[in-house]
C-alpha cells in the first residue's frame, strides 16, 4: 500500500452533496415499500384524564380507511422498556385509556394513502374525561423532590456557607430558561414491515443500532429479528434520538394488518409528541475575595420533568468544571408535571447550566469592577476543581484569548450604556463553558476486498453533520490508501453496535472501533492472506480501561448587540467564538457546525420558547409560525475558528465538536444587551417587553 496524503484535517467537501444538491439523495420518507399503507395520529386535545370512547364507524366507513388501532386493540408493550434514566411511559403508546400530556397520541388510522388516513382521522370520535393537570414549575412546588444520580452525585466541596460568608462580594440570584423544541427541518417518520417474523424498519433516528434494541425490547422480539436503517437524515437536535412514536405506532400497525405501514408526524405532530428541552429555574451563588479569587460556588437547578418518565437536565455540571474555587456546591431538583416528557436537546443540561452561570459570572465581574476576562484568568484550576482529577488537556485559557484578540475586547469601557450610535444602545459580552468529550463503547468491520479497496461497515449514523465524510476520511487515514479506496456503510443496525450521533460523542466512537479494526487488519496483511479478509473491532475493554481524568472541550464566546429602547428590538452585531475541541478531521465541516451551534445559541438566546396555554395545558406555538428561531436576517457576521488542540485519551486526539457551539452564546448576548442598557437579563429568552424603555 502506498502512503497518500492525510485525509484527516483537509477541508473535503461532503461524499454525498451532489446527491442532496440534484434531489438524488433519500430520507426516510422517500424510500417506498411496495404494499404500503399509511398511517395518520390522533392526538388527545385534553392534558390530562381518561378516554372514555372512541367511536370509529365513520372512520371505518370512510374511503380507503383499512382500520384503526387504540388502547382496545393495540399490541402489548412491554412496561419495562426504557431509556438511560428507567422505564419511560411516553413509549408505552396505546397501551391503556389514560392521557398525561397535551398531544399524546391516543390512535393511529390507517388508510391505502396518506390523505385517506388524514381524512380518516379526522372523522374519528374520542369522548373523554378531562382531570386536573399541573404544568407550572416552581422551586416551592410539593412535589420537589432531588433528581436521579445517574450523572454521579452532587457536588459537595468545602464549605459554601462559610465561604460565602467571608466574602467580600457576592451574587445571589435566579436565572430561568424556558422548555425548547428541537425543530429538526426533517419531520419525524417511520416505515415498518415484518419480513418472516421479524421486524424491518426505516426511521428517522439518530441511532440505528440503539433503536433496533429498544424497539426489540419493547415489543419483545428477539434483538436478532429487529432491523432499523436509515440513510439520510434531516437533522435531530436530540429528539431522534430513542425510539420515536412514529416507530411505536407504525410497528403496531405493521403487526395488526400484516402490511408495510409508514407514519409520518405532521410539523405540529413533532411539537406536540417528540421530545424537547425541560424549562429550569436556577439559582447561583458566588462568592470571592476583593481581588477576585473566587471562594464560593452554589448551582441549584430545579427543572420539569413529566409524570410519565424519569429524565436529567444536568444543569450544574460546569459549575463542578470551569473554574477554582474553595467552596463548591450543586444540587439538581425536580418536579413532575403534566407535560410531554423533556429529553436531550442541543447540548443538554450545560447549555441553559452555562447561561446561569455565566451570567452571574459577569455579574460578579460588575460588583469587583473588573475585566470579566481577568476574574476568569485568575480562577483558573490546575485539576478537576470537584473531583481532583488532572485534566487531559485544558484549553479554556487560550480560547478566551484568541476570541478576545479577534473580537477586539482590548479597551472596552466596563461600564454600562457608554456607548451609542444615535438612539441605539450598544453592548458587548462575553461567556465561556466546557463540554464533557468521551467515547462510548461500539464496534466496526473492515474488510480487505480483492480489487483494492476496503469495505468499512459501522452502525453510525450522519444526521446532516457530515459523519460520512469524516469517517470515510478517518478510514483512508488509518489504513493508509487514498479516501477513493473506501466504501463507507453506516445507518444500518445489523453492522453491530454502535453508539448513535447523540451527546458529541458519535465520531469521537465510531473513529476508535475503525481505528482498532484497522490496526489489526493491517497486521493480518502483512502476512498477504488470500482477500477478501474482514476484522471486527469492539472497544469496550479499551475504554473502560482509560483512568479517571477530566475530558472536556471549551469554548469562549463574544458578542455584540445593539439595543433600540424605544422598542425593545435587540439586535446580534457580531459574534465571535473560539472552540477547542481536540484534532480537527474536516476544517470546513467543523466551522460549519460550529456557526450551526452559534446559530441556535442565538436562537436561544432571543426567540425559541415552547408556550403552554395554563387553562388548557397544551402548546399553543406547535409550528413554524408561533415557534420562533433564528432566521437569516437575525444571523450577523460570524467568526469560528478553533484553537490548537488534542485529546490523549482517543486514539486519533478527537473531541466533540457538536455542541458546544450553542452552549456559551445565550450568556454572552444576556451580558451584552446589560452592558448596552444596564439592565440584567436573568430569563430566556429576552423578549421585547423586558428591554424596551419608557
Known amino acids: 500500500?502506498?502512503?497518500?496524503?492525510?485525509?484527516?484535517?483537509?477541508?473535503?467537501?461532503?461524499?454525498?452533496?451532489?446527491?442532496?444538491?440534484?434531489?438524488?439523495?433519500?430520507?426516510?420518507?422517500?424510500?417506498?415499500?411496495?404494499?404500503?399503507?399509511?398511517?395518520?395520529?390522533?392526538?388527545?386535545?385534553?392534558?390530562?384524564?381518561?378516554?372514555?370512547?372512541?367511536?370509529?364507524?365513520?372512520?371505518?366507513?370512510?374511503?380507503?380507511?383499512?382500520?384503526?388501532?387504540?388502547?382496545?386493540?393495540?399490541?402489548?408493550?412491554?412496561?419495562?422498556?426504557?431509556?438511560?434514566?428507567?422505564?419511560?411511559?411516553?413509549?408505552?403508546?396505546?397501551?391503556?385509556?389514560?392521557?398525561?400530556?397535551?398531544?399524546?397520541?391516543?390512535?393511529?388510522?390507517?388508510?391505502?394513502?396518506?390523505?385517506?388516513?388524514?381524512?380518516?382521522?379526522?372523522?374519528?370520535?374520542?369522548?373523554?374525561?378531562?382531570?386536573?393537570?399541573?404544568?407550572?414549575?416552581?422551586?416551592?412546588?410539593?412535589?420537589?423532590?432531588?433528581?436521579?444520580?445517574?450523572?454521579?452525585?452532587?457536588?459537595?466541596?468545602?464549605?459554601?456557607?462559610?465561604?460565602?460568608?467571608?466574602?467580600?462580594?457576592?451574587?445571589?440570584?435566579?436565572?430561568?430558561?424556558?422548555?425548547?423544541?428541537?425543530?429538526?427541518?426533517?419531520?419525524?417518520?417511520?416505515?415498518?414491515?415484518?419480513?418472516?417474523?421479524?421486524?424491518?424498519?426505516?426511521?428517522?433516528?439518530?441511532?440505528?443500532?440503539?433503536?433496533?434494541?429498544?424497539?426489540s425490547l419493547l415489543f419483545g422480539t428477539p434483538p436478532a429479528d429487529v432491523r432499523v436503517e436509515a440513510q439520510q437524515l434531516g437533522g435531530g437536535f436530540g429528539a431522534k434520538g430513542g425510539v420515536g412514536p412514529q416507530l411505536i405506532l407504525a410497528t403496531m400497525a405493521a403487526m395488526l394488518f400484516e402490511r408495510p405501514v409508514r407514519v409520518a408526524l405532521t410539523r405540529e405532530e413533532v411539537f406536540l409528541a417528540t421530545s424537547a428541552r425541560a424549562a429550569t429555574q436556577q439559582r447561583v451563588r458566588l462568592g470571592a475575595d476583593q481581588d477576585g479569587r473566587l471562594r464560593a460556588i452554589g448551582h441549584e437547578a430545579t427543572f420539569e420533568l413529566s409524570v410519565m418518565a424519569e429524565y436529567i437536565e444536568n444543569c450544574v455540571e460546569v459549575s463542578k468544571i470551569l473554574y477554582a474555587a474553595d467552596a463548591i456546591r450543586t444540587r439538581i431538583t425536580v418536579v413532575p408535571l403534566h407535560i410531554l416528557p423533556p429529553n436531550s436537546l442541543r447540548a443538554p443540561g450545560t447549555a441553559p447550566g452555562s447561561f446561569a452561570l455565566e451570567s452571574a459570572m459577569d455579574e460578579l465581574a460588575e460588583r469587583l469592577q473588573v475585566d470579566p476576562l481577568d476574574l476568569r484568568r485568575r480562577n483558573e484550576p490546575d485539576v478537576g476543581p470537584v473531583s481532583g482529577h488532572p485534566f487531559t488537556s485544558r484549553n479554556y485559557p487560550r480560547c478566551v484569548e484568541e476570541g478576545a484578540r479577534a473580537f477586539g475586547w482590548a479597551g472596552r469601557d466596563h461600564r454600562p450604556r457608554q456607548r451609542r450610535e444615535g438612539h441605539l444602545l450598544i453592548g458587548t459580552g462575553m461567556a465561556g463553558t466546557s463540554f464533557l468529550t468521551m467515547s462510548f463503547p461500539s464496534s466496526a468491520t473492515i474488510t480487505a476486498e480483492p480489487d483494492g479497496t476496503f469495505t468499512v461497515a459501522i452502525a453510525a449514523m450522519d444526521i446532516g453533520t457530515g459523519a460520512r465524510t469524516a469517517l470515510t476520511a478517518i478510514s483512508a487515514d488509518v489504513l493508509h490508501v487514498d479516501r477513493s479506496k473506501i466504501r463507507l456503510k453506516i445507518g444500518d443496525s445489523a453492522l453491530g453496535p454502535a453508539w448513535g450521533a447523540g451527546g458529541s460523542l458519535g465520531t469521537t466512537s465510531w473513529s476508535w472501533a475503525i481505528s482498532s479494526a484497522a490496526e489489526e487488519l493491517l497486521a493480518r496483511l502483512e502476512s498477504k492472506p488470500p482477500l477478501p479478509v474482514s476484522v471486527t473491532s469492539d472497544t469496550t475493554n479499551e475504554i473502560f480501561s482509560l483512568p479517571p481524568r477530566e475530558r472536556h472541550a471549551y469554548s469562549a464566546i463574544f458578542a455584540e448587540v445593539a439595543v433600540d429602547p424605544a422598542t425593545g428590538e435587540v439586535r446580534v452585531r457580531r459574534l465571535v467564538g473560539r472552540f477547542a475541541v481536540g484534532r480537527v478531521v474536516n476544517p470546513l465541516m467543523v466551522r460549519s457546525q460550529l456557526v450551526g451551534g452559534m446559530i441556535m445559541g442565538l436562537s436561544m438566546a432571543l426567540h425559541e420558547q415552547v408556550v403552554r396555554d395554563e387553562v388548557t395545558g397544551r402548546q399553543v406555538n406547535a409550528d413554524f409560525a408561533g415557534y420562533h428561531f433564528a432566521a437569516n436576517a437575525d444571523v450577523p457576521f460570524i467568526d469560528a475558528d478553533v484553537v490548537e488542540d488534542h485529546e490523549p485519551d482517543n486514539p486519533l486526539g478527537l473531541k466533540g465538536p457538536g455542541e458546544i457551539g450553542t452552549v456559551a452564546v445565550a450568556a454572552a448576548v444576556a451580558n451584552a444587551v446589560w452592558h448596552a442598557t444596564g439592565k440584567r437579563q436573568r430569563r430566556l429568552p429576552i423578549t421585547l417587553d423586558r428591554v424596551i424603555e419608557d
Open 1 to 215: 500500500m502506498t502512503t497518500t496524503p492525510e485525509a484527516i484535517g483537509s477541508s473535503w467537501t461532503r461524499v454525498e452533496g451532489r446527491d442532496k444538491l440534484r434531489g438524488r439523495a433519500r430520507y426516510t420518507a422517500d424510500i417506498p415499500v411496495e404494499g404500503m399503507a399509511h398511517g395518520a395520529l390522533v392526538t388527545s386535545t385534553i392534558t390530562r384524564g381518561r378516554i372514555t370512547g372512541i367511536d370509529t364507524a365513520e372512520t371505518l366507513a370512510s374511503p380507503g380507511v383499512i382500520g384503526v388501532v387504540d388502547h382496545r386493540n393495540a399490541p402489548r408493550l412491554n412496561p419495562e422498556a426504557g431509556t438511560f434514566f428507567g422505564p419511560d411511559g411516553q413509549l408505552l403508546l396505546l397501551q391503556n385509556d389514560v392521557v398525561e400530556h397535551g398531544g399524546r397520541p391516543i390512535a393511529l388510522v390507517v388508510a391505502e394513502t396518506p390523505e385517506q388516513a388524514r381524512a380518516g382521522a379526522e372523522l374519528l370520535r374520542v369522548s373523554c374525561v378531562e382531570q386536573p393537570h399541573d404544568i407550572g414549575l416552581s422551586t416551592t412546588h410539593p412535589l420537589l423532590r432531588p433528581a436521579l444520580t445517574t450523572y454521579g452525585p452532587d457536588a459537595e466541596k468545602g464549605d459554601l456557607d462559610a465561604e460565602l460568608a467571608g466574602s467580600a462580594v457576592t451574587v445571589d440570584e435566579w436565572y430561568l430558561t424556558p422548555p425548547e423544541s428541537a425543530c429538526a427541518m426533517e419531520p419525524h417518520a417511520a416505515t415498518v414491515w415484518l419480513e418472516d417474523g421479524r421486524i424491518r424498519a426505516f426511521d428517522t433516528t439518530q441511532s440505528p443500532y440503539g433503536t433496533a434494541q429498544a424497539l
